[in-house]
């Protein structure tokens, strides 16, 4: 990812100048086995050169963005963890970290009932009840203790969890107080309450003072539904939610068949 002005003259268009495209990745730009698609790619770094700027906008947070993304020229900035961890050109422009002393209660709570949750941060996942089938690598660190995160991980700068769907109630209902609850398949997300997409995509137009009526979002989920509603156009995947579809300005082609490069001809960028 370059510095936000690390562009040629060469590369800019002054026709497309001012315009900003915020895009999802989970359903966006990959599906669970593929993706990124060529042509996709392709579109947004023509788009890119004629002086979009191009930004990520996930639920993921930062360790779990592939780097194929991460070392992207056109990725301009990235709205992460939905919302809670903000870059722009590289540097981090916000962040919202989980209270270390709401991860060890979250922590204590998962260790007692033998359930699997990931802490997900910038640099690392920390798990609680790791599956043991998984091989584990240095980006994942077991917690086994309700006291780690004080004595061993008090710099965690954990953005969000994930779950699995055989979580309980009275689980759900503790987590809820602090995070905002989105279901996905395989596992739940929760994302810190506060925090959202179009707050993270309203602070970079707000730095880089442009007009949000000149900023797209394409998303297929319900965590895209503030920045497809609060963008100035919104644009769902042909695989979207029919939630989103019937808030969407427009509906462009389905995940790996062209959902991006369609979306981004539609409007006239590459």
């Known amino acids: 990812m370059r510095s936000i002005n690390d562009r040629t003259k060469n590369d800019c268009n002054s026709n497309l100048t001012g315009k900003t495209v915020f895009l999802d990745i989970d359903g966006t730009l990959i599906t669970d086995t593929e993706g990124p698609f060529d042509d996709d790619i392709k579109a947004i770094e023509k788009a890119w050169q004629r002086g979009v700027k191009i930004f990520l906008c996930t639920g993921r947070s930062l360790i779990q963005i592939a780097k ?60 609680v009840n790791p599956d043991s089938t998984r091989n584990s690598d240095s980006s994942k660190i077991h917690i086994t203790a309700k006291d780690d995160f004080t004595q061993k991980y008090s710099n965690a700068r954990v953005s969000m969890l994930t779950v699995d769907h055989s979580m309980q109630v009275n689980e759900r209902d503790f987590l809820l107080k602090d995070f905002d609850m989105y279901m996905q398949i395989p596992h739940i997300d929760f994302f810190i309450k506060g925090e959202g997409k179009a707050k993270g995509m309203q602070m970079i137009l707000d730095t880089l003072s442009m007009d949000r009526k000149d900023s797209i979002a394409i998303g297929d989920s319900l965590n895209d539904m503030d920045i497809i509603c609060k963008s100035g156009t919104g644009i769902a995947v042909g695989n979207a939610c029919n939630e989103l579809k019937a808030q969407a300005s427009w509906i462009s082609a389905t995940v790996g068949e062209g959902a991006v490069v369609k979306a981004l001809e539609y409007l006239g960028f590459c």
């Open 68 to 127: 194929v993304f991460l070392d992207a020229s056109w990725v301009d900035g990235i709205v992460a963890a939905g919302g809670a961890h903000v870059i722009l050109g590289g540097k981090t422009l916000y962040h919202n970290w989980v209270p270390i002393n709401l991860l060890c209660d979250i922590s204590a709570m998962f260790i007692s009932t033998g359930r699997r949750c990931n802490f997900r941060a910038d640099k690392f996942t920390y798990i």
